[in-house]
């Protein structure tokens, strides 16, 4: 029995396309149940899946500009697979990596709270459920059945819809089929952004879009060999599945601590 | 310093006469012991059984409230007259998604009016048909909300029949005392009939565990730590030679277990 190439569902964010909307943080919230407080001004204790952060090149006016930068969980595979920072340090196997999709699961039933994942990920993208989450009234009945809510003392992250996945699955299968066309599993944040700024599928097949976008480069783990394409911290050797566009070279840079002579030449990373 | 004197002569006397006292009392109770070891080993024993009643027959019965669906239904009865056999109620609905439990929809074609004799039809008719009100079946088999569970997954592409599971409910009569953990809220047929948790048949219990049994079956059979050396490997290539599909070439999505990852289950 020959083994099926496996899936590494990735997604590319055209960051000149973004307008900062917030839509994805919207369709995300609602499609996974994230709880919300009353009192959402201490943004350090908010939880969102998916955050829209804003850059700016810090120069003064006529010469300003600013990006908007969505973030979602990387999915990181790391130096081989499933070596993402969150999933190594995990000591209750609560967080895990699946070598069949590529994506990086939380299961909240299994988490006990040390936050040890929230430590080693670098991009923020890990959050902590201080409080049980209070839906106002009746909003209970709006939850999504597939997404179960969370409890006190857990962390949670984005699971790139994984649930999203199971169900095309579900549907694939009526249908006789077990692989899934690329429109049949796209994330919420996805489908919900107006500009069309992010691009959801399969990295490993050369027939969808986000390979086209980013063309991973598999011999540098994955390192996008498209000049606009980047990666969060690509040189902390983490490995993420979501890469940006950019045709600006200082939200380029931005995506990496850079000094400031330092150019941005696609370097291999610290081990080669 | 004779009241001091004194006073240590007391001390000495009263020293002196628990001693005596002490001694004493051990003679007594090494007279005694002759005696009551029957009775000693008889109360153990009976507080042994007592303890074994408490928690093989009386936890149970108090762990467990007991409650009637709100009708009854005869199985043997409906599989007989209906066409489709256990999908004719039991379906699938386009999309992949299974529709478990019936919902009026699917009875309103036949009991549209009352068909025959039985009290609980026309309970149903009267109380739920004519009114348009859902029957509120209490579901044997609902899984804690963190649970994932596909129908279409199981039966449509990996081809199990509904009794691996379910055992032989198409061939009762009568539905059965629905009874609920007080503790969890979960019906008794996750955790088993058997309050031990041993198991006979695969439809006896409806744990992880038995999911993950059969699950595991499919992936790697070789121990996680051990599975990275090469002599694990070149076992493994030889079980895959022997035995298709069993070794860890074939091992499950998992990084952390080797085994299917845990998202397959849990949502």
Known sequence: MKHKKAKKYGMVIDLDKCTGCGSCMVACMAENNVPFRKDESNKLLSITWMRVYKLTNGKPFPNTDICYLPRPCMHCEGQHEGHSPCVTVCPAIATDYNIETGIVSQIYTRCFGCRYCMASCPYHARYFNWWDPVWPDGMEKYLSPNVSPRMRGVVEKCSFCFHKYQLAKEKAFMKGRRELKEDEYQTACTQACPADAITFGDLNNPNHAVYRMAKPDPKHHGRPTNPHAFRLLERLGTNPKVYYLSSREWVRRAGDNYLENESIAKKPAHHE | ?267
């Open chain 2, 1 to 267: 310093m004779s009241a001091l004197d004194d006073n240590a002569k007391e001390i000495a006397e009263d020293a002196g006469g628990e001693e005596i006292a002490t001694s004493s009392r051990e003679i007594n109770t090494k007279e005694q012991d002759n005696g009551a070891g029957g009775p000693i080993i008889l109360f153990f024993i009976i507080g042994l059984f007592a303890s074994l009643i408490l928690g093989w027959v009386i936890f149970p019965k108090l762990l467990y409230s007991k409650k009637k669906q709100p009708i009854d239904f005869n199985h043997v009865l409906h599989v007989a007259e209906v066409e489709d056999g256990c999908e004719s109620c039991h379906f699938f609905r386009e999309d992949g998604t299974y529709s478990g439990v019936p919902k009026l929809e699917q009875c309103i074609d036949c009991h549209d009016e009352i068909q025959g004799i039985s009290h609980d039809e026309i309970k149903f008719v009267e109380k739920y048909v004519s009114k348009g009100r859902e029957v509120p079946w209490l579901i044997y088999s609902r899984q804690p909300d963190c649970v994932f569970f596909s129908h279409a997954a199981h039966v449509k592409a990996a081809k199990i029949d509904c009794v691996t599971c379910h055992g032989h409910i198409g061939e009762s009569e009568n539905l059965k005392i629905y009874e609920e953990s007080r503790i969890t809220g979960y019906s008794r047929d996750i955790w088993g009939k058997s309050i031990g948790g041993f198991k006979k048949n695969t439809w006896d219990r409806m744990k992880m565990d038995d999911c993950a049994e059969c699950h595991r079956k499919n992936t790697a059979n070789i121990s996680r730590t051990g599975v990275k050396t090469p002599t694990n490997r070149l076992i493994g290539h030889i079980i895959d030679l022997v035995s298709p599909g069993t070794s860890v070439s074939n091992k499950g999505g998992s990084v952390q277990t080797e085994r299917d990852a845990c998202f397959v289950c849990h949502k």
